[in-house]
C-alpha cells in the first residue's frame, strides 16, 4: 500500500499533538507560575505543602501521571475523557516542571532592584509585581521554550491512553501498511519539523536576551 495516501492520518495526529502542547503548556506554566510563587512564599504553611507537590510532580514521570489520571482516579469517581485527561496529565507536568525555572528566574534579578524600588518608596507587593517578576519572566523565556519542545515531544505518550495524536495514528498507519520503518521515519521527522526548527528559535531568543534586545 502507498504510504502516501495515509499522510492525511498523520496530519491530523499532529493536529491533536499541537493542541495537547498548546492547552498542557498554557495551563502548565500559569499554574508552575503559581507553583513558583508558592515555593518562594515566606509563610512556611504555604510554601512546603506546594514544594512537596512540585517535587513530586518532577519526580513521576509522566506517563505515569497520565495512567493515574485516566485509569486511577475512575476508581474514586472522577472520569475524564482521553483527550482532557492527557492534558491534565501533560499540564501537571509541564507546572512542575516550569515552577522550578520561573523561580529560578525570580532568585536571578540582583538584589539592588528590591533596593532601588524600596528606595523609591514602593511596597514589597508592588516591587515584586511591576519589577521582579517581569524581569524573572524574561530571564526565563529560553528555559520555558525548551519545556515546550520536550512537552510537544512528550504528547506521544498519549498515545498509551488511546488519544488519537501523532504517534497513535503512525502506530494505526504502520499496522495497515505493513511499511513499520518509512511509518515511524516519516513520524520522526515530523517531530523533528517542529521540534529543530523551536529550538533553533530558543537560542536566537536566549542569544537576543543576553544582548538584552528583547
Same mark, same amino acid.
Given at each position: 500500500?502507498?504510504?502516501? =495516501? ?18 498542557? $503548556? ?16 515566606? +509563610? ?9 507537590? $512540585? ?25 475524564? =475523557? +482521553? ?5 491534565? %496529565? ?73 488519544? +488519537? ?7 494505526? $498507519? ?37 544582548? %538584552?534586545? $528583547?
Amino acid at each position: 500500500m502507498d504510504l502516501i =495516501e495515509y499522510l492525511p492520518r498523520l496530519g491530523q495526529g499532529l493536529v491533536v499533538s499541537l493542541q495537547l502542547t498548546g492547552l498542557s $503548556v498554557v495551563f502548565g506554566y500559569l499554574i508552575g507560575l503559581l507553583f513558583a510563587l508558592g515555593v518562594s512564599a515566606i +509563610n512556611p504553611w504555604l510554601r512546603w505543602p506546594t514544594l512537596v507537590v $512540585v517535587e513530586i510532580g518532577r519526580g513521576i514521570p509522566a506517563l505515569v501521571v497520565l495512567y493515574i489520571v485516566y485509569f486511577g482516579l475512575p476508581a474514586l469517581g472522577v472520569l475524564f =475523557e +482521553n483527550f482532557w485527561a492527557a492534558v491534565i %496529565g501533560l499540564t501537571f507536568t509541564a507546572a512542575a516542571y516550569s515552577s522550578e525555572m520561573i523561580r529560578a528566574g525570580i532568585q536571578s534579578v540582583p538584589a539592588g532592584q528590591v533596593e532601588a524600588s524600596s528606595a523609591l518608596g514602593l511596597s514589597r507587593t508592588t516591587s515584586f509585581v511591576r519589577i521582579i517578576l517581569p524581569q524573572g519572566l524574561r530571564s526565563s523565556i529560553p528555559a520555558l521554550m525548551g519545556l515546550a519542545i520536550m512537552s510537544f515531544q512528550g504528547t506521544s505518550l498519549a498515545y498509551s491512553i488511546s488519544v +488519537n495524536e501523532l504517534m497513535s495514528q503512525a502506530y494505526q $498507519v504502520s499496522t495497515i501498511t505493513f511499511q513499520y520503518l518509512a511509518v515511524y521515519t516519516v513520524t520522526g521527522l515530523i517531530y523533528a519539523a517542529i521540534a529543530v526548527p523551536a529550538t533553533w528559535l530558543s537560542v536566537w531568543v536566549e542569544h537576543r536576551l543576553a544582548k %538584552g534586545y $528583547v
